[in-house]
């Protein structure tokens, strides 16, 4: 197994990745809140730990990939008040429509998604704890954990007890310390859960560790997990209660490893509600395809802010047409297993060991290009050649998750169901004029189809056709 590296915000250093057991990795990505559509952020955060999942299989690892839903939150229960439908109705409605958008980015399905409402005995099983020891205490609107009972509160996002004061911790002048937090709310709105301690709805931070141990803990292990993902904005506070509320409960560390990806920024600013700048994938997937979207995303590198643009983003859907004009050169060739591979498949993988260094594996696979179109231009009728190229683009659409679709799906994007029928009867009527060996008629169907933007090409297989 190749050596891989990846860098941990919690140490601040790139290290080489060793899962505590051999062979297998655990992983845990903080999921969305679902009470709206998915936006750009949680896009790019989808794509980055999608690319780690897969670059970790690449490397032979047996991967268990865990992401929640937030389906209980004041976000959600606002919602409810405004649209007066149930809490179900919406968590419903927003899962489904992020499942979808994921989707059409390509991200690989995740091995279990837990609900927080499916996980409310796990929650009071944790609380349960700390309140047996006197880390967590109950005051009139909630139960919150005593953050002065761990040594080790602050050592994931080394930020000063100051700065804690400051962060956007509940605001109960009872609390024993400014920086403790709640574990369990009993101010609920309508939504609450019974448990042994009272009436109530869990506070956000206490679902991601409740789950952790529920799914994926061994607790002969030092740690629950070994890699913790999210994005940067998620390191303080939520990563660092996680944590501590980890260790203090199960007498376990809570990840081996820490990632964050970078935030994405729109007309130079950090995208926001509150500043009005957030962007909807499903916006951004009227005009590309989540192939395009995922291209351009992947381009930046994960921990590096995206600043999010549309001359970017055109840029990268012409890197990716420049793939699938090579891919449709090498279209309908079997890949042949006792061929030597090229050597950028090795070089792409190296770069993705670096810390998931996509700007060194995107110039490897613009060396790639070339070489093959080269190669290409001077033996265009080398099967082993062709075959070759093919090995080279499986690899690149299984580590990346781009190139996977056939060359004329790809630039068919943006024709609508009608256009495509239109099309399509036109291609028959001209089959059937050359048949009958009217071609007076196929050229003007030809003709037609040009001035329509469609270029068509006979093969082996029948008529392809795709937007010029
Ligand atoms: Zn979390």
Redesign the pocket.
């Known amino acids: 197994m190749a050596n891989m590296y990846i860098y941990d915000s919690v140490k601040k250093e790139k290290l080489l990745f060793t899962p505590q057991v051999p062979h297998q990795v655990k992983m845990y990505v ?1 999921g969305p809140t679902v009470y709206d559509d998915a936006h750009l952020g949680h896009a790019r955060s989808a794509i980055v730990f999608d690319l780690l999942h897969r670059v970790l299989k690449a490397n032979g690892y047996e991967v268990t990939f865990v992401k ?1 839903f937030t389906d209980i939150d004041d976000k959600i229960i606002k919602k409810m008040k405004d649209t007066n439908q149930s809490l179900e109705e919406i968590t419903t409605h927003y899962i489904n429509s992020y499942k979808a958008d994921m989707q059409s980015l390509n991200n690989l399905p995740n091995t279990i998604e837990p609900l927080a409402t499916n996980s409310l005995e796990a929650m009071e099983h944790l609380i349960e704890n700390l309140l047996k020891e006197d880390i967590a205490y109950k005051l009139e609107d909630g139960v919150y954990f005593d953050t002065s009972k761990d040594k080790n509160y602050g050592n994931i996002s080394h930020r000063a007890s100051d700065e804690n004061s400051l962060s956007r911790v509940e605001s109960n002048l009872e609390k024993r310390d400014s920086k403790d937090f709640a574990l369990w709310k009993y101010n609920t709105d309508g939504v609450s859960f019974h448990t042994h301690f009272g009436e109530g709805r869990p506070g ?2 206490c ?2 560790s409740a789950m952790i141990d529920k799914h994926l803990s061994d607790k002969s292990l030092p740690y629950a997990i070994d890699i913790h993902g ?1 994005g940067a904005d ?1 390191l303080f506070p ?2 660092e209660n ?1 944590a501590s509320q980890s260790r203090m409960a199960y007498n376990q560390e809570l990840s081996k490893y820490w990632v964050h990806n970078g935030f994405v920024n729109i007309n130079g600013e950090k995208m926001s509600k509150s500043l009005g700048n957030s962007f909807f994938l499903k916006d951004a997937l009227k005009e590309y395809s989540g192939e395009v979207i995922r291209f351009y995303m992947l381009t930046t590198y994960y921990r590096a802010d995206l600043s999010f643009n549309t001359e970017d983003l055109e840029a990268s859907k012409r890197r990716l047409d420049k793939m699938y004009r090579l891919k449709k050169r090498v279209y309908d060739i079997v890949k042949n297993e006792t061929l030597k591979p090229l050597i950028y498949k090795q070089n792409i993988l190296d770069a993705l060991n670096d810390d998931l260094n996509t700007s060194k594996a995107f110039a490897s696979i613009d060396e790639f290009i070339n070489f093959a179109n080269d190669k290409l231009d001077n033996n265009p009728k080398d099967k082993n050649l062709k075959s070759q190229i093919v090995d080279v683009f499986h690899f690149i659409s299984d580590i990346l998750g781009i190139c996977f679709q056939s060359p004329y799906s790809y630039f068919q994007f943006g024709i609508t169901e009608n256009e495509k029928n239109k099309i399509e009867k036109l291609i028959l009527e001209r089959t059937e004029a050359k048949k009958g060996k009217n071609f007076a008629l196929s050229d003007k169907i030809r003709e037609e189809l040009n001035s329509m933007k469609i270029s068509i090409m006979d093969t082996a297989n029948g008529t392809l056709w795709e937007k010029i």
């Open positions: 903080c929640n956000w931070h679902e991601c999210g998620l939520h990563h996680e």
